[in-house]
């Protein structure tokens, strides 16, 4: 028995989308007849996976499935089987939970894999798009070991975390980014469309106008006359420099370029470290073995020469070396990260050293982006108020001059 996503109409002609199991589509077309529903379309949703990975396409952004939801729908198999329900009704149970017909799809493509005799990680193998492969080396540790339960339950913990590391950074930093945009809208307003009409009245009177207003008008008629060919030419260069970018070599310099900027240089290393500390925690305590779970690790860091520390690192593993002194050196992880480490290493406490680990640089990371963002705010509402007092005394300097002219 397999699932299958179908769309049908009923005799009102309205279309219908979701998720019905069966054993084969002409089944599932006959359940859809049944119900006084015209079938249009039935695949296999496994299948339609499959095709659209290949395509390289992926789902659309409203069926993707998010980190939350993946978060989620781990929390909840975790605690029904540690509850001691058989897998395949624990699978069932979330999928009739579920309000989004993707997610129900994927979850019952996974239990009829689980039905036929696979494993949960052979099912979540399906749907590589939405189980990494730190999720399925993990599931496929924990059922070797007969600690599915508790491995459900440190994934849900993992994926939390990540998302919580995100979301704190995406809005400590949409403050800053936003008043930015809107400054520049302000300003941009104010030079094409407020100045010229202000500056018109002083340029009809043929008088000689200061520096600092010719300066003003110059550059109010370069917007003016040149500002979309501007704007356009910055959405050329930034598409070039994206497509130049592609090249791993390219992005590679790029990467390692970012790493030696000073404040954004110790935001990425930060931010990589964290998660790579994290997923080799959660891998080290389901008992993936070390190489794979530094493999897998690697994996999750943006930043290529950070990656590439990674995979040297595995390699001087794979040869005996320790993981705190392979990763050290390159020198582009945080000393105190190679100390802990190092200490779980000869202690045998590598599992909560990892974990120690990530809650240093993330604690680190909160800090000091809650302190960029607290200092970057007043920052750019002092700019914004310089420029505009300087447009303004720019405007007004000529009317001074005329009252000192009649004095």
Known sequence: MGAFAYTALDSAGRQHQGVLEGDTARQVRALLREKSLLPVTVAEVAAQESRTQRAGQGFALRKRVSTADLSLLTRQLATL?????????????????????????????????????????????????????????????GEQSGHLDTVLERLADYTESRELLRQKVLGAMLYPIVLTILSFMIVSVLLAYVVPKVVQVFQDSHAKLPLM???????????????????????????????????????????????????????????????????????????????????????????????????????????????????SQSRLFPPMTIHLISSGESSGQLENMLERAALNQERELEGLVTALTGLLGPLLIVFMGLFVMGIVFAMLLPIFEMNTLIH
């Open 81 to 141: 089987v540690r509850a001691g329900l058989p897998l395949e009704e624990s699978l069932l149970a979330v999928s009739q939970q579920t309000e989004r017909p993707r997610v129900q799809g994927i979850l019952l493509g996974v239990r009829a894999r689980v039905m036929e005799g696979h494993t949960l990680a052979a099912g979540f193998a399906d749907f590589p798009r939405v189980f990494p492969e730190i999720y399925r080396a993990t599931v496929a540790a």
């Open 213 to 327: 207003t010719r300066a003003l008008v110059a550059v109010s008629d370069l917007i003016r006359h040149y500002g979309i060919w501007g704007l356009l030419a910055l959405i050329a260069a930034a598409l070039l420099f994206g497509r130049w970018k592609r090249d791993p070599a390219h992005q590679r310099r790029v990467h390692r370029w970012l790493l030696t900027v000073p404040l954004a240089g110790r935001l990425l290393r930060g931010f990589n470290t964290a998660r790579f500390t994290r997923t080799l925690s959660i891998l080290t305590a389901s008992a993936v073995p070390v190489l794979d779970a530094l493999r897998i690790s690697g994996e999750v860091v943006n930043n290529l020469p950070m990656r590439d520390a990674v995979t040297e690192a595995t390699a001087r593993v794979r040869e005996g070396a320790p993981i705190g002194r392979s990763l």
